[in-house]
């Protein structure tokens, strides 16, 4: 007797596929629409450690960008050559204790510095205005908690940039690289499939948060956090230097997973206009 399950009409089955356009930009803050070069939180964190008598470097302060920044002090503090300062300074290793005191400092010290690095990035508010006239929801995740967020909110409303919805890293089980925090603005603004979504970030955790939630991931490399310069500094760079730089930006983010990568945000429209085209043709991310 043969197998119910060997009807030849069961060896195919149809999978539905999006065709449409994009319906969400969901954006990162700091280095993507908000503080050219991510310098708060970067100078915020050299400081935090400079008070425990363990300075470190740029490059260490930056490493893990994009994370909870709670999350973030515990990542530089699992850094070999700075737990090594660290034991050396403090006679043992750094405790959940330590890591709770410098967080609870981390925050109105970012507070503080945060006022004079929030400046909007050059064209994020009008590539944002067009991207709304085209029919998309724009949408916001950070690695900043509520109660920095807040505080930037209306600093960047000033500015003429407000999203359709904020999502901070305490708002959330687990923030980046989980996905929680994209699932929730498309929650929030009502927006699905998932391939319909686009999330744009300079850091590899902001990037794995876009590719783990399903969606299209654009990586954001001259503006952001491995450049690590302000406008003016950037100005003020020789070629080489910031040919050198900006090949590391976009080596490290390719490499991440981003789906593409651009120099800023400026540069996003014509990434949407190619992800319509690759939808349309049945693609997914």
């Known amino acids: 007797m043969a197998s119910p399950w060997s009807n030849p009409r069961m060896q195919y ?6 065709r ?8 990162d803050w700091a280095g993507t629409v908000i503080d050219y070069g991510v310098c708060a939180p970067a100078l915020t964190f050299s400081e935090i450690f400079k008070n425990e008598g363990v300075p470190i470097s740029n490059e260490e302060a930056r490493g893990p960008m994009g994370a909870h920044k709670r999350v973030h002090i515990q990542r530089v503090l699992e850094n070999e050559s700075v737990r090594g ?12 204790e330590d890591v709770d ?24 508010v009008d590539t944002v205005n067009q991207l709304r006239e085209k029919g998309m929801k724009i949408g916001s995740t950070t690695g900043y908690t509520t109660p920095i967020l807040d505080d930037l909110k209306p600093v960047a409303a000033q500015q003429g940039y407000e ?3 904020y999502a901070a890293a305490d708002m959330v089980p687990q923030a980046r690289p989980c996905p929680y925090m994209v699932w929730l603005n498309a929650i929030k603004l009502d927006v699905h499939p998932i391939e319909a979504v686009v999330k744009v970030d300079d850091t590899v955790d902001g990037v794995k948060e876009g590719t783990s939630a399903g969606c299209w991931a654009v990586g954001v490399a001259k503006t952001g956090n491995y450049v690590g310069a302000t406008e003016e500094e950037v100005a003020a760079m020789s070629q080489s230097e910031l040919d050198r730089k900006l090949q590391r930006a976009y080596d490290t983010l390719i490499d991440s997973g981003a ?3 651009i120099d800023s945000i400026v540069d996003l429209p014509d990434v949407i206009a190619d992800i319509n085209r690759r939808l349309a043709a049945g693609e997914r991310p």
């Open 13 to 18: 089955s149809c999978m539905r596929r999006y």
């Open 20 to 27: 449409g356009p994009v319906k969400l930009v969901v954006l």
């Open 85 to 96: 300062r660290w034991i050396q300074k403090h006679g043992g290793p750094p405790t959940e």
């Open 101 to 124: 005191r410098m967080y609870a400092n981390f925050v109105p010290m970012q507070l503080s510095v945060m006022k004079n690095y929030s400046t909007m990035i050059p064209g994020a």
């Open 163 to 165: 999203p359709d919805f």
């Open 259 to 261: 789906h593409y990568v």
